[in-house]
């Protein structure tokens, strides 16, 4: 005997010609749907073989993720969480692990399940950019800290090269005039980008790195190599944009160990607002935060306007970052902090 196949609101939608959406509203009795086209949904349903329309009352969500439990994905699955739990929406996670094969797979697993929509969660490959996804023609599908290479797709991402400028605007504003930088790999997105708005915002007062950018990894090790370098070299140096939390920290620790002050003699900021690593330093690293949950929220709005069938933002939308500032970048007591020469 042949199973029954499941009927989603999916199928009730393109049999009445509305949304996903429309129907999930109809047939859950929430939100406004004009009674000419309720009757035409339940309709539809019924003409499927829904005895009771509870099979198609609820709209469920993939999401495709390169690693769920990572400090920048799980702050994104929780503004997700909270939108998607507003409207009445479930969805299902899939760790892709970076794996293009196994990314396939739990698409095609979603299909056959399917599912209303599909997020797309990127980040950690050192890309911002990304192909969308195959074979998934008839479905809404967000991507989220990434952007796809199909401009028509809908993208959410963090502004990273407005944070880094933000970051160096920061340090300008309490009177640092001498700053160098520390990034991960020269090849990577981030690191190009932030060494580009650096740059850029330095320019904009009339400034320029006093050192070439020092380009390593993303960890403390690198941090305190490079920020050991950057003394030795012999420049003068009285701020250091980092380009994480965890390079902050260990070029923090380097400059302590020389007996160099921070803030007092040169000013430190970071970049993600990781509270282990702000909190935990001495002093408290200033940060920018990438508004990670507004991420999730904003691609979650827009796949249940999706849904909807409503009108969608094609291309990337860029989420604004924040300046948190803490005690490592406090205003210098000498305006005109001393050349290091150690």
């Given at each position: 005997?042949?199973?029954k196949k499941r009927?989603t609101?999916?199928?009730?939608?393109?049999?009445?010609?509305?949304s996903p959406g429309?129907?999930?509203?109809?047939?859950s009795?929430?939100?406004s749907?004009h009674?000419?086209?309720?009757?035409?949904?339940v309709?539809?349903?019924?003409?499927?073989g829904l005895h009771?329309?509870?099979t198609?009352?609820?709209?469920?969500?993939?999401?495709v993720?390169?690693d769920?439990?990572?400090?920048?994905?799980?702050?994104v699955?929780?503004?997700?969480?909270?939108?998607?739990?507003?409207?009445?929406?479930a969805?299902l996670?899939?760790?892709?692990?970076?794996d293009a094969?196994?990314e396939?797979?739990f698409?095609?697993?979603?299909?056959?399940r399917?599912v209303d929509?599909?997020l797309v969660?990127g980040?950690?490959?050192?890309?911002?950019?990304r192909p969308?996804?195959?074979?998934?023609?008839?479905?809404?599908?967000v991507?989220?800290?990434t952007?796809?290479t199909?401009?028509?797709d809908?993208?959410?991402i963090?502004?990273?090269?407005?944070?880094?400028e933000l970051?160096?605007?920061?340090l300008?504003?309490?009177?640092?005039?001498?700053?160098?930088?520390?990034?991960?790999?020269?090849?990577?997105?981030?690191?190009?980008?932030?060494?580009?708005a650096?740059r850029?915002?330095?320019?904009e007062?009339?400034?320029?790195?006093?050192?070439?950018?020092f380009?390593?990894d993303?960890?403390?090790?690198w941090?305190?190599?490079?920020?050991?370098?950057?003394?030795?070299s012999?420049v003068?140096?009285d701020?250091?944009?980092?380009?994480?939390?965890?390079?902050?920290r260990g070029?923090?620790s380097?400059?302590?160990?020389?007996?160099?002050a921070?803030?007092e003699?040169i000013g430190?900021i970071?970049f993600?607002?990781w509270?282990?690593?702000?909190e935990g330093?001495?002093?408290?690293?200033?940060?920018?935060?990438?508004?990670?949950?507004?991420?999730g929220?904003?691609a979650a709005?827009q796949m249940?306007?999706?849904?909807?069938?409503e009108e969608?933002?094609?291309?990337?939308i860029?989420?604004?970052c924040?300046?948190?500032p803490?005690?490592s970048?406090?205003?210098?007591?000498?305006?005109a902090?001393r050349?290091l020469?150690?």
């Open positions: 005997m042949t199973e009927v609101a999916r199928d009730v939608a393109a049999v009445a010609g509305v429309t129907v999930s509203k109809a047939l009795g929430k939100g749907v009674p000419d086209t309720r009757e035409r949904i309709e539809a349903a019924r003409g499927l009771s329309l509870e198609a009352r609820d709209l469920t969500v993939g999401l993720t390169r769920p439990f990572d400090r920048r994905t799980s702050p699955l929780l503004g997700v969480l909270e939108t998607f739990t507003e409207h009445d929406i969805f996670v899939c760790d892709g692990r970076g094969i196994r396939q797979h698409v095609e697993s979603l299909k056959r399917r929509g599909i969660a980040g950690g490959s050192g890309s911002f950019s969308p996804l195959r074979g998934v023609e008839g479905i809404p599908v991507y989220m800290m952007s796809s199909d401009p028509d809908v993208s959410v963090p502004d990273n090269q407005g944070g880094a970051a160096v605007r920061h300008v504003s309490t009177g640092r005039r001498r700053i160098a930088c520390i990034f991960g790999p020269r090849r990577e997105d981030a690191a190009k980008l932030k060494t580009s650096t850029k915002a330095l320019a007062n009339g400034l320029k790195l006093v050192a070439e950018p380009y390593g993303w960890s403390e090790q941090g305190r190599q490079a920020a050991l370098q950057l003394i030795h012999g003068s140096v701020g250091i944009v980092c380009g994480n939390d965890v390079i902050a070029a923090t380097a400059l302590q160990a020389l007996d160099i921070v803030p003699e430190v970071g993600d607002n509270k282990v690593m702000v330093n001495r002093p408290r690293l200033s940060t920018i935060d990438l508004s990670l949950s507004e991420v929220r904003a709005a249940v306007r999706a849904l909807r069938g969608v933002k094609k291309g990337p860029i989420i604004e924040q300046l948190v803490h005690e970048t406090a205003l210098p007591s000498d305006p902090p050349p020469n150690r």
